[in-house]
């Protein structure tokens, strides 16, 4: 059931956790295996610093095993690589994360090579995005696979629908795509990838039952770009000024939820909504990591 239409990243995310934690408790009691998840920093950035330390917060929530590398802004890409071999060879590691962004000197392309795909729990390797697109088991990229949890937790079929996804990058845009296409439950759709090059966006967003906006432009998508009664998903992060608030700004989405919520049928809030699945959906690879899944 959808409570005034609000798609709300909280409720979604706690069932997701509960799930989980019920699965790693069962893991741990029938196999001896808790899930494990390192996480790199390199560097002192304070918005990663806060990443990561939400996810550790996450493992102790859960029962994981958790792992916080933090290693100075010069450390050499050679030095990461060397922690990299080390976690991978880690049986108490289930999944391998390092903290974007990187130190310029560092080239995250070679890192996610580096890292032992069943423990990707990114789903940035390159095997594990081909696995996707396949049809194969894989980690999913966290905020796509989140997207997709909250379709499924409110009953919303994708199944025949046609949903257009605004963006096509290798983070967000272009996996949900491979998502919504992909055959089975929270599969099937019908789908168009819209990007900078679309000309009049509006044309193709309206035909969209399911429209999901991953642009990074604050309130880009306007009311008369959305079809009356389609299922609209917000995954625009985006700062905006606002010398009324405390810190000065404050965040807002890609799409105008004021004008656009009486239109949608459903709508995801900014924040509060797919911005709170990230987490969930990282735990859950490395519960599924742990389980074996993808070996
Ligand atoms: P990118 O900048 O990598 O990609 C943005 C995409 O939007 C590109 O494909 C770009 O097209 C397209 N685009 C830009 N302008 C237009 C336009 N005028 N019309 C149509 N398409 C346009 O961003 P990300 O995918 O990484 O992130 C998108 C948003 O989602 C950001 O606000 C980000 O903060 C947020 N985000 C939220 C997450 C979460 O909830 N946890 C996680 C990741 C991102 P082109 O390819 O042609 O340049």
């Known amino acids: 059931m959808i409570e005034n239409k609000i798609i709300d990243g909280k409720t979604v995310a706690a069932a997701i956790e509960a799930r989980i934690k019920i699965q790693a408790e069962e893991l741990l009691g029938n196999r001896g295996i808790t899930p494990g998840l390192a996480v790199v920093l390199v560097g002192t950035d304070p918005a990663s610093a806060t990443y990561v330390r939400s996810k550790g917060k996450a493992c102790a929530r859960l029962g994981f095993y958790s ?10 890409e050679g030095e990461l690589l060397a922690l990299i071999a080390e976690l991978n060879s880690d049986p108490r590691v289930h999944g391998i994360l390092v903290q ?23 789903g940035f390797h390159p095997a594990n995005v081909g696995r996707l697109v396949i049809g194969l088991p894989s980690p999913e990229p966290c905020t796509p696979s989140g997207v997709i949890a909250m379709l499924k937790h409110y009953g919303i079929q994708t ?3 046609r949903a257009v996804v605004v963006g096509r990058s290798m983070l967000v845009g272009k ?3 491979n998502l919504l296409l992909r055959k089975g439950e929270g599969g099937d759709a019908i789908v168009t990838v819209a990007h900078s090059a679309a000309g009049d966006l509006g044309s193709i967003t309206r035909q969209a039952d399911i429209l999901v906006a991953a642009i990074g432009r604050p309130g880009y998508i306007t009311a008369n770009m959305v079809k009356p009664g389609a299922v609209v998903i917000d995954v625009g992060i ?16 890609d799409v105008d939820f004021d004008a656009v919520a009486p239109v949608a049928s459903a709508i995801t809030p900014v924040p509060g909504g797919v911005g709170l699945m990230t987490i969930a959906m990282l735990m859950n690879n490395t519960l599924r990591s742990a389980q074996g899944a993808f070996d």
Do not use: C, F, Q, W
């Open 175 to 177: 996996p949900l795509a």
């Open 67 to 76: 792992a916080t590398h933090t290693l100075p802004e010069e450390t050499t």
């Open 159 to 161: 199944r025949g629908k």
């Open 238 to 253: 985006n700062r905006v000024d606002d010398p009324t608030t405390e810190k000065g700004y404050r965040i807002v989405g």
């Open 100 to 122: 974007s962004p990187m130190p310029k000197h560092i080239n995250p392309d070679t890192v996610v090579l580096a890292i032992d795909p069943r423990k990707d729990v990114d």
